[in-house]
């Protein structure tokens, strides 16, 4: 089970491709966040979506152990907007 509020985070070399930077997506997991569980090849993985200054931001990760992420993508999320604002604790 993650620990949300005390996240070790692993950035795969894919992570950054859609200019989302480092700061920002660390930043994303100390606010409101939304999360669901999604499968991928059969392999677990979280789509997170949280704002990071100002930006709405959709993170894609993979569990680890020891309360670890590995993030495999980010990106700007504005047509989550709506999602967020409803569901995001």
Known sequence: MVNWKNLDLEFDKHAFKHGI????????????????????????????????????????????ENNRLKVFSARMAPEYKEIYDNKAK
């Open 21 to 64: 930077k480092d700061y920002e997506i660390e930043h994303v997991f100390k606010g409101k966040i939304y999360k669901r569980k999604i499968y991928f090849n059969k392999e677990l993985r979280y789509q997170v979506i949280g704002e990071a200054f100002g930006r709405l931001i959709m993170v894609i990760a993979v569990p680890l």
